[in-house]
Nanobody
């Protein structure tokens, strides 16, 4: 049973930083792609970043490129999302997701497992 558990979301001022964590368990994730998505109230779930576990290859949405960094720690089976220069429009529930195949994929429909989400609120 794959489990993804996010943590690290909180209230932060605009311009600040946060690091989200996603602890993954239940599988060997070396052939997986991991993604971070977010969903604001009344909006669709939006792609933020993805990382191919085996190669470390990353890809970002234009809205977060240059501000967010996705990374993984093989020893801890954990994926991170470092978020810098946060803006009010970054306010959302952030979800970690796992896809059973390697390679960049940005649609949430392509991911097989999801965490419960962690709230990030950016105040002005």
């Amino acid at each position: 049973q794959v489990q993804l558990v996010e943590s690290g979301g909180e209230l932060v001022q605009a311009g600040g930083s946060l690091r989200l964590s996603c602890a993954a368990s239940g599988r060997t994730f070396s052939s997986y792609t991991m993604g971070w998505f977010r969903q604001a109230p009344g909006k669709e779930r939006e792609f933020c970043a993805t990382i191919t576990w085996s190669t470390g290859s990353t890809y970002y949405a234009d809205s977060v490129k240059g501000r967010f960094t996705i990374s993984r720690d093989n020893a801890k089976n954990t994926v991170y999302l470092q978020m810098n220069f946060l803006k009010r429009e970054d306010t959302a529930v952030y979800y970690c997701a796992a896809r059973r195949y390697s390679g960049t994929y940005v649609s949430p429909r392509g991911y097989d497992y999801w965490g419960q989400g962690t709230q990030v609120t950016v105040s002005s």
